[in-house]
Nanobody
Framework: VQLQASGGGLVQAGGSLRLSCAASGRTFSDYAMGWFRQAPGKEREFIAHISKSGGSAYYADSVKGRFTISRDNAKNTVYLQMNSLKPEDTAVYYC???????????????WGQGTLVTVSS
């Protein structure tokens, strides 16, 4: 699976962004999808996960209630809607695909290249 993330940028605190991740190469609906982020000097952090069908989602406590993960299997795309952004959300955001439902990075099989989100105070 090839993954291409997009939608990052500079936004003020309190603002919103929507990230997209387009998949190609394999059957998209065979994979659960996740979003992770990595801030400078920090380890990669799990953000959100969505099941293969899109019927269930799971979020890290740090983004729960502010971020929403969704997918459109007809368009081979997963999204991350980010609202009420905070400066501490600044990071490179990565999408990833897994054959199983997983919340840890090492269980994901394929990764996108990352898109930078910068939240100014």
């Amino acid at each position: 699976v090839q993954l291409q993330a997009s939608g990052g940028g500079l936004v003020q605190a309190g603002g919103s962004l929507r990230l997209s991740c387009a998949a190609s190469g394999r059957t998209f609906s065979d994979y659960a999808m996740g979003w992770f982020r990595q801030a400078p000097g920090k380890e990669r952090e799990f953000i959100a996960h969505i099941s293969k069908s899109g019927g269930s989602a799971y979020y890290a406590d740090s983004v729960k209630g502010r971020f929403t993960i969704s997918r459109d299997n007809a368009k081979n795309t997963v999204y991350l809607q980010m609202n009420s952004l905070k400066p501490e959300d600044t990071a490179v955001y990565y999408c990833a695909a897994s054959r199983i439902s997983a919340l840890v990075a090492r269980l994901y099989d394929y990764w996108g290249q990352g898109t930078l989100v910068t939240v100014s105070s």
